[in-house]
């Protein structure tokens, strides 16, 4: 079928039939007859439909800019080209005005709670400035090398086996400059990580995990071996971590701030209260960069 185009031009494109009188899903008005309940029957389709057109979106919005794309490929290609290169120059890459406003709309979309300032998102773009003049407030903290993270808040989720699992809330102002670094060494770290892990890297997930030891199995390759490590983030060292980053990394504000985030106070509420405790090994579930170098 061919599409008239706002420019006037045309093109084919293919629907995806959803339901009788309903419609179909694409990239122009929906189209629909009958009923509108959104709670059942056509409703639903109709509402299916507006939340795949919804996250389309929102993949156009985060998607990353070709200059940071440019910046993140030759990280890349370096740091695969030589194994055993040390990077000292990132930490002037941090405070670029791109690559923070990059990380704040990733940190916006993943809608997380507010940390201990109950800062939110539609506070700060309230404000005068709105977020342009907050990320450039953030920007001169680190240029001046005067940005300190603030506590972790720390709430239970319950697991799916039995317990609870800890996790750290950060303030939004900690999220976006994790966010921002993660931007600028992901790539480095990346170049060395084996094809067959799948664990918090960037397009990969645990179906490409499955889909992988399917694949083993249809082999022949029938021996399984399942290891799970207790509380693994929670009794990380901290001194083998950074050690294990400084292989890659020698900027030295670079790894002072993922020192920073590792040994962030952790600030629980008991009985109305907020208990403050240190930080001595372990990283917070729930930030922005703890979860990639405990991978490493």
Partial sequence: MLLRKATGEYKE??????????????????????????????????????????????????????????LQRKLYRKAKQEKEYRFYLLYDKVYRQDILSHAYRLVKANKGAPGIDGETFERIEEREGGAEKYLEEIAGELKRKGYKPQPVRRVYIPKASRGERPLGIPVIKDRIVQMAVKIVIEPIFEADFQENSYGFRPKRSAHQAVDDVQKHLREGKTDVIDADISKYFDTIPHNKLMQLVAKRIVDKHILKLIKMWLRAPIVEERDGRSEYKGNDKGTPQGGVIPCLPTFI
Avoid at 46 to 67: D, G, M, N, Q, W
């Fill in 13 to 70: 494109t293919k629907f995806r039939w959803f339901g009788k009188g309903v419609g179909f899903a694409h990239n122009v008005p929906i189209v629909f007859q009958g009923q509108h309940n959104l709670g059942r029957g056509k409703g639903q389709y109709f509402y299916h439909v507006f939340e795949e057109a919804k996250e389309r979106r929102l993949h156009i919005v985060l998607r990353t800019p070709e200059k940071i794309r440019e």
